[in-house]
Structure formats: C-alpha cells, structure tokens
C-alpha cells in the first residue's frame, strides 16, 4: 500500500514502516559514545518519545543490553501498525547488527501478567538490571488489585481555564474555556499517570531478585513554564507528577539494602504523542521551540536524553549539581532559563493567526509531529508501495 498520514484531531491513525525505520536509524547515528553508562536496562514505555530515545541511548551510546515494554498495535494487511510496532522492529533489527540484546514486550504494563513476563524474562536472558527508565504515557490504567479501569483527564483545577490555542493543522489562534476537573477526575488522573505504578513495579522487580546492587531508577516528568501550569503543573496532570516525588521518596527507602537510587527527572517539552493529546501546550511549544531555535539550544527527545545521560546520570561530576529542593533531576533548565521564558511570555500575548508563522515554529511542530509516524523523514520514498505488516522476520 502506499501509506499517507491519515490525521484525526490529535493523532495520526496511519504510521510509515520505512519512515519509523529511518526515524529510528537516524536517532541511532546521532549518538555518541557513553563510557560507563548503564549494562542491563528495563525501559517501559520504550516504543515512542523519551523512552525510545533512553533506550537508544543506553544500548547504542553504552552499549547496553535493553529490554523494553510497550503498547502498540499490529499491523494487519489492509491497515498500518502503531509507529511504535515499528520503531520497535527497527531498534531490534539494529541491536542485532551490532550484536547486543534488545527484546520488546508488547502489552499491558500496568497489569502483574506484564510484570511476571518481565520478571521471566530478567532471569533467562538478563540475570539482573542496572537501570529502570519508567517512561509510561498512557490515558488509562487498568488496576490490577482492584480491576477498575481509570481514565485520566487532562483539566484544570478549581477554576475554568479561559486560554488561547493554536490549531496545529490550520494555525489559527483562538481562545477557549478549559472546565476544570471534578475531585474524581483529580483522584483518576493520579491513579494512572502518578506514582503508584512505579512502585509496583520496584517491588515486583526487588522481591524477585532482579535487580543488581547499585540499581537506579528514573521517572519522567514536566514542569514547564508559568503560561502553562493552569493545565499542566497546576492542573490534574500535575497532580499526578506530584505523586511521582512522593513514590520516589518510597523507593529509595525500598532500595536502601541495594544501595539503589530512584529519581524523578525533570525533562524538556518536546512533540511526542502524548503531549500532543494535551490542549493548549502547541501554541506554548510552537513559540517555545522557535525561541530557542534562535537562541541556538533546542533539543529533540534524543539530544535532550543524549545530555541527560551524559552529564547527571553517567557524566563525570556529581548528581548533586542537577537537583533541585526536592531531589528532582532538572534538565528544563535551558527551557526554563530567564531569557528563553522571558521571550516567549513576550510573544505570548502578541501571537495570533496572522503572525504565528513569524513568532512560532509552527513548521517545526507540525514536522515534529508528522516525523513520530514515519513522515517527512529525508530520503524515504513515500510514493513507493510498502508492506505494512512488517514483522520480526
Ligand atoms: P510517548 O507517547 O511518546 O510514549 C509513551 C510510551 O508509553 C509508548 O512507548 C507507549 O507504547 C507506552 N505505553 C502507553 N501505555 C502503555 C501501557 N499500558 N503498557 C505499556 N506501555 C504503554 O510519551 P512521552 O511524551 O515520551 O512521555 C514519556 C514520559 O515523559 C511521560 O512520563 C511524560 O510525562 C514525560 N515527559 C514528556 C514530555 C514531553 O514534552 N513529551 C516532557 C517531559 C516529560
């Protein structure tokens, strides 16, 4: 079939198994050799965004052997797969070439059946880990003590949010009224998105034995700037990542015999999937990503994890440089410095339709978004006939 991007609202229902590949590929050649970096590595939610990039990192920069787990969907011969299938399969294919273990589960990783083929999978090909990336974006969570199916939601707290956003496709500029969530909404939002998941799985992996002394685990999160925090850090979702500092508080006290280490890590906004599902932020990333583009420090998922690993993670100095009052690992630092948010909270109240393509980067987040499917990625061919149900061979 010859596969084009089939756009609905926030997502692309069609992804581009050579585009994937290439994407793919491409964030492979870009890194750079890691010495003493990580050995054994669990990625959850390797398939897409941050994940994907750690995982690239630790194998091809530390060359570590990766195991990782996601949730993406089949091809069959009439429809596409998730690009994430096909990220997967191409992050496979190039750890096989150089030689070094990379296996991917497909599934639930909420559920314990995830957990015990994880665990499994640890003793037979692995032994024991080194480093957990948990990198989950999922807008739901099935429970697995209590069975009840959890659904974030992505709203304001308190008040009704009255905020300007972009339409990505059209560019025009209006403003709309975000409703602000009920105390369920809250309580659900942290059930998926907050700590309790990561939790589960340190104790799943502790008590199985499978992780190695000096273990360390590391959970994302984002802050962002004060334009965004009525439907981000102020909102439910922020709620949840609040609940990612006191699950790390746990954790550590969990890994104490191991010498472990449990991190929430602060990173960068950055076009992915799921931050594409989040209202308002593209017209506070558009402007974002165009002043830092002129200040000459824009990163994408791989050059911001590629920092990440190299400096506070396996870098030469001490961690401590990069933590902010409550131990969080700060990476938004460029993001968040003084002349960048000053800049865009300049052009916030002066960008409309007529000027967004000035002051924005709306080309840049429109190709970021594309380039998660598989599109607009140099040299791919995408007039030529391709066979969706690309598999492991
Ligand atoms: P993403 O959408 O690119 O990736 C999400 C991953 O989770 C995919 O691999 C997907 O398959 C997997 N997943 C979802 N549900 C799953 C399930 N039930 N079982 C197994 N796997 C599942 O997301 P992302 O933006 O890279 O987000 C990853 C983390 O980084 C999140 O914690 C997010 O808050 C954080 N973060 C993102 C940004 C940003 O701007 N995108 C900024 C800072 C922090």
């Given at each position: 079939m010859i596969v084009k991007p089939r756009i609905r609202g926030f997502i692309c229902t069609t992804a581009h198994p050579a585009g994937c590949a290439a994407n793919v590929r491409a964030q492979i050649s870009s890194v750079a050799p890691l010495a003493n970096g990580p050995k054994k590595v669990l990625v959850l939610?390797?398939?897409?965004g941050y994940g994907l990039a750690s995982r690239i990192v630790a194998a091809f920069g530390a060359g570590a052997e990766t195991l990782g787990v996601s949730f993406e969907r089949a091809p069959t011969p009439k429809r596409t797969a998730s690009a994430g299938w096909y990220n997967n399969i191409a992050f496979e294919q190039a750890a096989a070439e150089r030689g070094v273990y990379a296996k991917t589960l497909d599934g639930d990783a909420f559920s314990d059946a995830m957990k015990a083929a994880v665990i499994d999978e640890i003793r037979e090909?692995?032994?024991?880990?080194d480093l957990l990336v948990y990198s989950l974006a999922s807008p739901v969570r099935q429970h697995p003590r209590t069975g009840v199916l959890h659904r974030s939601a992505i709203k304001p707290l308190g008040e009704t949010f009255h905020v300007k956003t972009l339409n990505q496709d059209t560019g025009e500029v209006s403003e709309v009224d975000l409703l602000p969530a009920t105390e369920e909404e809250t309580a659900a939002t942290v059930a998926v998105m907050g700590g309790e998941d990561w939790e589960f799985w340190i104790d799943a992996l502790r008590d199985a034995g499978v992780l190695a002394p000096g273990f360390r685990t590391l959970s994302y999160t984002y802050i962002g700037s004060e334009l965004t925090w009525p439907i981000y850090w102020q909102a439910t979702l922020g709620k949840a990542k609040e609940d990612l500092d006191r699950a790390a508080r746990a954790i550590n006290e969990r890994l104490s015999d191991l010498t472990g280490e449990a991190r929430v890590v602060v990173l960068k906004a950055v076009v992915t999937q799921a931050s594409s599902?989040?209202?308002?932020?593209p017209l506070y990333f558009a402007l974002l990503f165009r002043v830092m583009k002129e200040a000459g420090n824009h990163e994408d998922c791989i050059a911001h994890i590629e920092r990440l690993f190299h400096t506070a993670l396996y870098g030469d100095g001490p961690v401590d440089s990069y933590l902010d009052d409550v131990a969080r690992i700060r990476m938004d630092d460029w993001e968040l410095s003084a002349e960048i948010q000053a800049e865009v909270t300049r052009r916030w109240p002066i960008v409309a339709g007529h000027n967004v393509g000035e002051l924005a980067d709306l080309d840049g987040i429109r190709g970021d978004f594309l380039k998660i499917f598989g599109f607009g990625i140099d040299g791919v061919d995408y007039e030529a006939d391709v066979d969706p149900t690309v598999g492991r061979g």
């Open positions: 939610g390797a398939s897409g090909s692995l032994g024991q880990i599902a989040i209202p308002v932020v």
